[in-house]
């Protein structure tokens, strides 16, 4: 009889090329995601060895990272990040790769674009180099980030040598309440088991209250994997998966179609499958989180007070949390909530998609942002913001007082432009609150696309079940 396997482990054996005792496995890897920012050594080091892109097919190539997100028609003022997107286009053209430049109409973050194209499918192997790339995982793909080096070998190969992860099982139980979203999840999860609390292992998200999320949602989960220490995440296809991706450019189409979608039933996890951990959570005990830190696993209900290091009986970790409260200028024992703020970006690879735009206009519709609070609400591709447009949300948010921006990474790196001062304070949609990661100085809270548009609206860190219930 055949052994329960998780999608984990059925994933990984579909896609073993050879493997020998005590060295890493070389893998298949079924799609490889480019953009400008860590692939242009790796395009060098193929044309130093003479080497040519091993399935240019199966390679797509974008930029977001470096990118303005003022008017397209304006000329990239950074010339370090012109020169990026130029050396992409470059690159992509002389090796055959397919590309969604600046003045694509299919332009976007690349983890927003792949599977707004189709070209994320259940049981793939995918590869980009950037960590986010748990992303895709949403669609039950093993996704994961890689290296500038490790780049190099997928294009020449399509093969990548990888340790088999773990299994960890996040089994989210019941129904999230009023204000409660996917962002919160994530958020509840890391504070739960800290940033290095899912090392060597691949998350795979279980429970009704999974089920019940939407693809968008689902990929907002996935996309915080890594900021768990996970190396990736992932969530079995359903008909939630299937419904979303059927239609999409790249999508199989007919009788592929057909095909595809009995293989994709066969990929979630065996009843009575073990994975080497698993952890439960309430999804009816969730409230809006906040980080207050400066990483992802400093994360608090809204309703919570900033933790003191006195507190706690590690040196280490009381010394990271006295470093970080100070960065951050916050007092222990003190509530996040009415924390005055500066910015307000709604955005990125976590948080970018049609229905975070919507949830953040659902909020601001008929409101104002706070006087001095600059709010900027940046679309993840072109898709979603001709979407975004032809729904009306672009007015509702300039009607607010927000800015309409153009598709891109933005905020949420601070290599495009769009950064906070040192001493500004932001809500952010975004995925990591380290150090300077939002500029130089700049303080990041990480919050859902509710809890921002709110906060906007405020002024400070505000819980949106109170606006909510104000105006029922």
Not at 36 to 57: C, H, I, N, Y
Request: net charge neutral; proline share 6%.
């Amino acid at each position: 009889m055949t052994k329960p396997r998780t999608i984990v482990e059925r994933i990984w054996d579909n896609h073993v090329v050879a493997e020998n005792p005590g060295a890493p496995t070389l893998i298949y890897i079924d799609l490889h995601l480019v953009h400008e920012v860590t692939s242009p050594q790796a395009f060098s080091g193929l044309r130093e060895r003479g080497l040519k892109v091993r399935r240019p097919d199966l390679t797509f190539g974008t930029v977001d990272h470096s990118i303005p997100t003022t008017p397209r028609s304006f000329p990239i003022v950074d010339q370090v990040a012109a020169a990026q997107v130029k050396q992409l286009e470059k690159n992509c053209e002389d090796f055959g790769i397919p590309y969604f430049g600046l003045h694509s109409d299919k332009q976007g973050i690349v983890h927003v674009i792949g599977p707004e194209q189709g070209l994320t499918q259940p049981g793939m192997t995918l590869v980009c180099g950037d960590s986010h790339t748990a992303t895709h995982g949403a669609f039950g793909a093993l996704a994961f980030g890689i290296g500038t080096s490790q780049v190099e070998h997928v294009l020449a190969s399509q093969c990548l040598l990888q340790a088999k992860s773990k299994t960890f099982q996040v089994q989210v139980d019941g129904v999230l309440r009023e204000g409660v979203g996917a962002k919160d999840i994530i958020l509840a999860l890391i504070a739960q088991i800290g940033i290095g609390g899912g090392t060597g292992c691949v998350f795979e998200y279980t429970g009704a209250a999974i089920r019940g999320l939407s693809m968008e949602e689902r990929m907002t989960v996935c996309n915080m994997s890594i900021e768990g220490g996970a190396r990736a995440g992932l969530i079995a296809p359903d008909d939630t998966t299937y419904n979303f991706l059927h239609g999409r450019p790249f999508a199989p189409k007919g009788e592929k179609w057909d095909a595809a979608l009995k293989l994709w039933k066969q990929l979630p996890t065996d009843e009575g499958a073990a994975y080497d951990r698993t952890v439960t959570i309430d999804a009816a005990a969730l409230e809006p989180m906040v980080t207050f830190g400066t990483n992802p696993g400093m994360g608090m209900p809204i309703s919570g007070a900033v933790p003191d290091p006195a507190a706690m009986s590690d040196p280490l970790e009381r010394e990271s949390l006295a470093k970080a409260l100070r960065y951050m200028d916050l007092q222990p024992g003190k509530p996040l909530e009415g924390h005055a703020v500066n910015v307000v970006f709604i955005g990125s690879c976590t948080n970018s998609r049609i229905s975070d735009l919507r949830s953040a206009a659902s909020v601001l519709k008929g409101r104002h942002v706070a006087a001095g609070v600059r709010t900027m609400v940046v679309p993840g591709s072109m898709e979603i913001k001709r979407q975004a447009e032809a729904e009306g949300l672009d007015r509702i948010f300039r009607e607010a007082g927000a800015e309409w921006r153009e598709a891109g990474c933005s905020m949420c790196i601070a290599m495009n432009g769009d950064q906070l001062q040192p001493g500004e304070y932001s809500v952010s949609t975004s995925n990591r609150n380290f150090e300077g990661r939002q500029g130089k100085g700049g303080r990041t809270f990480l919050a859902s696309p509710l809890t921002a548009a709110a906060s906007a609206v405020a002024g400070a860190v505000t819980d949106v079940r109170k606006l909510l219930r104000g105006a029922n």
